[in-house]
């Protein structure tokens, strides 16, 4: 198999191969994976089933004891700081397996933003909460006015003697139901540009006059949340960076986001059950794989998924000679999700009317499944997925960033 | 040529459009969807009452000897309210089969009670690994003292859990694959050896899985002959999908013009987000394939009416544009609702569901290519 050594040297020519070390770091990942991975959550994760706050919780810290939770941090604030390579083995094994997708808000969005913009005291209040993952973040930016036009938002935040008056509306909350504390984009100045009237405050969900909502999506599932603020008392020294910067921290956050949320590691898991499945799908003579016109959209999407692969390497090794990510992640974020749709899409096209039958999460849990074992999760995960091309900026958006940014149009 | 409607037809379509309208409110709907029946009896006294469930079944049969004009009237509304009734599972697939094949006693003890609304039918028509091949039958029926022997199983029947009678195919001679062979034949769902497993469906609607254990059918339930079931299921399957392919036109067109208002009156970024060039091309595209699916089933419709040589492969075309309309309309009118389309709240998630359901119901877009090419 040939893999990118993502980190070479402008100089020297492309390297396609693992080092010995590598292949090294590949075998202890995958020990650890067989004697670590608890079998109650590997069992949910193979099922398909929610998992538990506590599951996640637990999984987080297993990672966090090997140093492989805060894989990109820098050591001094306790990361690990896994060369690009090592961290491509880490993530395709950790899909491989299937093991639960680590909660991003503390870990890949709050502890960089605090690390990077945060004072001294800041960084010692809030990262090891993050990296033990004593403390549940959650993300207040969006809000029912403001979608795509993030900044327009209207969550005020009025200073008061040495507290902020948090009054507003924040929307699609990620687990907010789960949530110690929130990181908000709030506005304190009304005047100007409106960028420039944005604050990064993060706000503990136990003070008085926060009330958080479910919002049941058509999956079925309560994952979204509203979470409404109404007179909330926030220290000032809540505040990360200076008045007015929420909105540079935000846009150092939203590469972050973007980096990862092609989530190739898991396509390449999921495509290849997708085949391994149609397989053995008999239909008339042959399997459903023997389907040319089915075959042919697994085949284009192993295509379009490599492509996808080798453009992430390409960022990440152009990251790791010294540039930063740019726009150029919203390709990935374009063609990462476009991938995770389709091949949610082609589940439900194999499946053909066995992906109809719709049980509740407890009734997927506890009973016998309606036709093939793999047949309840597909639908729900279909539905869901309608979000990734609507999420972290919609696919619109990335478009306009890229038109912008790197056509200069 | 006139692809107008005439008077009675007119009259009909308001009929229809006017109940969707002041009876079936949404919040009503949910309600329904969430009831331990899906839908409601009353509704179904009145589409009774207004001669609905008789208008497209023969007039020997005690119908009002309409055709599928009238069924494609009535379902293009009906998915413009996004109706849970099983008008197409009782009335256009069983009804309308045992119109086409069943005997005279049949008809008067069947479709009789059919279009009084005293009963609901379910057909059986596919099995775990039959996919869309309608004569990939392994249920089996062995004759027996002059009764039938009947061992298998039925997937995913649609309105199951509600039918007082299920109709099923079953293969009583011939291999696995052969349309010469296959037999069926109207069950009473209370006859020893036979066990559904109800449950819901994404789109808020019911079926069943249904075992069938060394049942003991009499003959005198047999549709049609022995063995000749085939071309009958095929015509019933066809006719429903006519009458399916109306549904998601109807739907279809609730959705591009809700997403339309929607994109008018949303703001980003100081102005209307329908505004953006990128979005009104989008949402001209929608229009397109709604308009252009609409055609295709008035094509397909008036072909099948004349019974022309053609109508099959009419119906396959029909699907396959059906299927890849439903699809981007609703996906895309998700997309441009933006988070709020994905909530359970909002009635586009709903209708993009059935949606969904509707582009895999009786084949889907590779399936019908496939059939157009062959036939």
């Not at chain 1, 697994?298 to 152009?318: H, K, V």
């Not at chain 1, 374009?334 to 096209?349: A, H, P, R, V, Y």
């Not at chain 2, 249904?210 to 339930?221: A, F, G, M, Q, R």
Request: proline letters at 3%; aromatic letters at 10%; charged letters at 25%.
């Amino acid at each position: 198999m040939c893999i990118i050594r993502p980190y070479f040297r402008p100089s020297t020519i492309m390297d396609l191969a693992f080092s010995q070390e590598d292949l090294d770091f590949q075998e202890d990942v995958r020990n650890f994976l067989a004697s670590e991975y608890p079998l109650d959550i590997k069992e949910k994760q193979d099922k398909r089933l929610p998992l538990e706050r506590e599951d996640i919780i637990a999984w987080q810290k297993i990672l966090a004891s090997k140093g492989w939770f805060a894989i990109n941090w820098p050591k001094e604030f306790g990361g690990t700081d896994l060369s690009p390579t090592k961290n491509y083995i880490l993530q395709n094994e950790l899909a491989s397996a299937n093991t639960p997708i680590l909660i991003p808000f503390g870990i890949n969005m709050c502890g960089p933003v605090v690390y990077t913009f945060g004072t001294a005291e800041q960084k010692k209040k809030y990262l090891p909460g993050i990296l033990n993952s004593d403390v549940w973040w959650c993300q207040g930016y969006s809000e029912p006015g403001s979608g795509s036009d993030l900044a327009s938002l209207q969550t005020k935040a009025e200073l008061k003697g040495n507290n902020y008056i948090v009054n507003g509306t924040k929307t699609w909350t990620t687990l907010a139901q789960h949530a110690d504390w929130i990181f908000c984009l709030v506005r304190t100045e009304t005047t100007g540009i409106k960028q420039e009237g944005i604050s990064f405050l993060l706000i503990d969900m136990k003070s008085k006059g926060v009330e958080v909502k479910p919002i049941i999506t058509i999956d079925g599932s309560h994952e979204v949340n509203m979470v409404y603020f109404d007179d909330v008392k926030v220290p000032s020294n809540n505040l990360i960076g200076d008045e007015g910067q929420g909105w540079n921290i935000a846009k150092f956050l939203l590469m972050h986001e973007r980096t990862g949320i092609a989530g190739i590691a898991a396509l390449k898991r999921e495509l290849k059950r997708l085949k391994d499945i149609s397989a053995n799908v008999i239909v008339g003579e042959g399997s459903l794989l023997d389907d040319s016109k089915f075959r042919d959209k697994l085949e284009a999407a192993e295509i379009e998924l490599t492509a996808t692969e080798f453009t992430e390497l390409r960022t990440l090794s152009q990251i790791s000679s010294g540039g930063a990510p740019g726009p150029e992640s919203s390709i990935l974020k374009i063609k990462g999700t476009e991938l995770q749709q389709n091949i949610s899409e082609l589940f439900i096209e194999m499946l053909a009317y066995y992906s109809h039958p719709f049980l509740t999460e407890t009734e997927l849990g506890s009973n016998e499944s309606i036709g093939p074992d793999y047949a309840g999760a597909a639908m729900p995960h279909y539905l869901n997925f309608r979000k990734v091309s609507i999420y972290g900026g919609s696919n619109e958006i990335q478009r306009n960033v890229i038109s912008k940014a790197i056509l200069g149009l | 040529m006139d692809f107008n409607f005439n008077e009675e037809q007119t009259l009909i379509q308001s009929q229809v459009a006017q109940f969707i309208q002041r009876d079936y409110e949404w919040e009503k709907r949910q309600v329904l969807v969430a009831s331990d029946l899906g839908f409601s009896s009353e509704n179904w006294k009145t589409f009774a009452e207004l001669g609905w469930l008789g208008i497209s079944l023969s007039e020997k049969s005690g119908g009002f000897g309409g055709s599928a004009l009238e069924s494609m009237i009535i379902m293009e509304e009906f998915g413009k309210g996004l109706v849970v009734e099983p008008f197409l599972e009782t009335v256009i697939l069983c009804a309308g089969l045992i119109d086409s094949c069943g005997n005279e006693e049949q008809k008067a003890d069947l479709l009789g009670p059919v279009i009084s609304g005293e009963m609901h039918l379910a057909l059986g028509f596919t099995e775990p690994q039959s996919r869309f091949n309608l004569a990939d039958v392994t249920t089996e029926a062995k004759k027996k003292n002059g009764d039938y022997l009947v061992s298998g199983f039925k997937s995913v029947v649609m309105n199951g859990p509600n039918a007082d009678k299920l109709i099923i195919s079953a293969r009583t001679s011939g291999k696995q694959d052969d349309k010469e062979g296959i037999s069926l034949f109207v069950i009473d769902k209370n006859l020893e050896g036979v066990s559904l497993r109800n449950y819901p469906t994404v789109d808020g609607r019911r079926a069943s899985e249904v075992t069938l254990e060394n049942v003991i059918i009499p003959s005198s339930s047999l549709l049609s002959e022995e063995g000749k079931g085939y071309q009958h299921l095929e015509g019933a399957i066809d006719g429903a999908t006519l009458a399916i392919c109306a549904e998601a036109v109807g739907a279809m067109e609730v959705l591009y013009k809700t997403t339309v208002e929607y994109t008018k009156t949303r703001e980003q970024f100081g102005q209307a987000i329908g505004k953006f060039q990128v979005l009104q091309h989008r949402m001209v595209d929608m229009f397109m394939e709604y308009e252009q699916s609409k055609s295709l089933l008035y094509m397909a419709t008036i072909k099948n009416v004349e019974g022309s040589k053609d109508a099959k492969k009419a119906i396959s075309g029909l699907k396959y544009q059906v299927g890849k309309a439903a699809k981007f309309i609703g996906q895309q009118s998700v997309q441009l609702h933006g988070g709020m389309g994905v909530t359970e709240e909002l009635n586009v998630g709903h209708f993009f569901k059935r949606l969904t359901t509707i582009i895999t119901i009786f084949g889907n877009t590779d399936y019908h290519l496939k059939r157009y090419s062959q036939l």
